[in-house]
């Protein structure tokens, strides 16, 4: 942890007059633990008059106990360009500019904001003058830290920064961010480190474990329909060798009215089979574009996203192909290089 860095932009944020905390589209826990985590934080220490928050909430993560009770979700608005003024926006979880959720809003508001921070665990690479190729604007302060499991990770440790104390974390912002960690870690199953576990004993300490274990439930329960959508997928995956692949088109989706975001987030169901070690799903999204996400349990899988103009994390990463009538032949090619990677 780079200590000063943190420091300075902790301080940063918690003076701030105005405070704006926002996160990325197809919003996961991760995205909105950190997002509520900070908010809360700055609701209960620090100095702003103004808290907001924006981004839609995915249905399914509505229902997750810290997220369904909480106050924060009742005072979600939708965001005008005014309440950008003079604001300190905080952009979260959010690797490149394209993706922050700003509502009906793009990116040029954040050139009527005072301050812009971004602080991420997603990497992202360089120019060739050694800056970051996010697209955020020339002033914002970056806090990057990869090998962090999770931003909620990330935000849970401004409280070891010097001038504040674990000991004045409030049961909802513990909450927020332990929900985080649990999504992005896939319930501690990837991404972990010695300094997760630290985190996480640190964010539960003194409260009941029945305010954990009732998240740990949650995450692990589902609706009736998406257990019915858990099931298509099983039904419907090709498995060639140690890969496994499931192409879902608009038409599949619309056959059971089921929303291609909520289908994206099964990725991980494929890799759940023994035997696989690599896996892609692809799902058409309403105006015919193709978002297919590449995992593994290893093999590296970014270079194949990059080659099609996608990216991401070595093992976890994704590809969006413009809706296009070349499309399926593209998937095919996809498809036959992830099974030949070794
Ligand atoms: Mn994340």
Redesign the pocket.
Known sequence: MKGKTMEKIVNEILKAPKVIVLRHIMA?P??IGSQYGLAQLVIEQGQAKQVLIAGDVPSTLKELPPFRNSSLSLSEKLLTESDFEKATVVIL?TSTINRVDFGPLDFSVLNKAQKVIKID??PVGLDTHGQPKDNYPKHTIRYQDTSAS??SEIISNLFEVNTYDISLMSLPISQYLYTGILG?TGKFSYAISPRTFNTVANLIRGFDMKDFTEINHAMSTTTLEEAKMKGYCYDKMVVDDDTANIIISREDLNKHNWPADDMARFVNLLGTVQGITKWMMCVQEEDLSWRISLRSTGIIVNDLAEEYGGGGHPTASGILLPANSNNMTIIQEIKEKLISKQ
Do not use: E, G, M, W
Request: hydrophobic share 10%; aromatic share 0%; proline share 0%.
């Open positions: 996961d991760d995205a979880d665990h997603h999770s931003t992005d």
